[in-house]
């Protein structure tokens, strides 16, 4: 074989590989059918039915899902009306498990974030369940360049087994990735100090609290369901201590009060994170939080302005409107600083 070096021969792996990819491209992009793909390789349809096996396993072929946006307008109006919100969507009835709740809720605000991306945006993302349900159903179903750059450190757990929501979506839209090179949380606020005072740190906070487009999880006072209980960040009776001190829920690692107010309080002197008020000032913030539990911690997330489009289940928005239908509807802190 002249001009080819021993090395670059193809092997039979390769060759193989080459062979599935083809099978896969006629079958799923020319609509081929497995009799007529048999022909044209001189095989059996059997093997040409194992080779697209193959393809899925190999992951060469990937199915993706995209659920329909099934939404329950009427509610989604009334949360808007009595809420403030620029934008809600409610996910109808659902009756699975709580794990299972918010992979459908995730589902849809993938949609929600799909429909507002647009080219050359900067979108931030946090942490938190649901929002690693959105990012994992995320496909961007058009070409589009963004910038995508995280709201805060990265949790233990992620450091430990290599998770990366932020690098799961920016995979899809351009591959444009900044991260906060520290943990979310430090053993002390002096030493949280010295890390946001590195210009990387303040370079990529900088760029976080001037995005575009945000999405972000909101967590709650229920130990259960509490991402940062869950990571090992916090332990019970910490996040126990948050509650009676008047903290309601979280965002980007910061806790608030009911009137969506960062807590004076040592832990969120211990988080790098942006500045939640900034939230304020970011075009689209899409909270994505769904079940009774987190009621209050959506109240407070809408009364200091933190989000202002909100992804949830058709219960958890029927009790946010009783909430608040005994009162005039709500002002939040981004109409009241319009």
Do not use: W
Not at 67 to 75: I, K, N, Q, R
Not at 97 to 119: F, K, M, N, T, W
Not at 303 to 327: F, W
């Amino acid at each position: 074989m002249v001009g080819l070096d021993k090395e670059n021969v193809p092997t039979i792996d390769q060759k193989r590989l080459e062979m599935i990819a083809d099978v896969a491209r006629l079958y799923y992009e020319e609509q081929k059918n497995v009799k007529e793909i048999a022909a044209l390789f001189e095989t059996s349809p059997s093997s040409v039915s194992r080779l697209l096996k193959e393809a899925k396993d190999r992951e060469i072929v990937q199915i993706v899902i995209r659920y329909p946006f099934l939404t329950v307008p009427s509610l989604g109006q009334q949360l808007r009306k009595h809420l403030g919100l620029k934008e809600a969507y409610v996910l109808p009835e659902f009756r699975g498990s709580y794990p299972d709740l918010i992979q459908r809720v995730g589902q849809l605000a993938a949609r929600v974030l799909e429909e507002h991306l647009q080219d050359g945006m900067t979108f931030g993302i946090s942490l938190g369940m649901a929002v690693g349900a959105t990012a994992q159903a995320f496909t961007m179903p058009r070409n589009i360049v963004c910038t995508v750059v995280r709201l805060h450190g990265a949790s233990d757990d992620e450091i430990g087994e290599n998770k990366n929501l932020g690098q799961t979506i920016s995979s899809q839209i351009g591959n444009q990735y900044k991260s906060i090179p520290s943990p979310l949380y430090l053993q002390n606020k002096e030493a949280c100090q010295i890390i946001r005072s590195e210009p990387i740190v303040q370079d990529v906070l900088r760029i976080a609290e001037e995005a575009d487009i945000a999405l972000v999880g909101i967590g709650s006072m229920n130990n259960s369901v509490s991402t940062l209980v869950k990571n090992r960040v916090q332990t019970d009776e910490e996040l126990m201590e948050l509650a009676k001190a008047g903290a309601v829920g979280e965002v980007c690692g910061k806790y608030f009060d009911i009137n969506g107010d960062a807590m004076d309080v040592d832990f969120n002197h211990r988080t790098v994170s942006i500045d939640i008020k900034m939230l304020n000032h970011i075009k689209y913030v899409i909270g994505v939080a769904a079940g009774p539990g987190k009621v209050e911690p959506i109240l407070g997330a809408i009364h200091g302005g933190l989000i202002n489009i909100l992804v949830t289940d058709e219960e958890t928005a029927s009790l946010l409107i009783q909430s608040q239908m005994p009162k005039t509807p709500l002002k939040n802190k981004r109409e009241r600083n319009a």
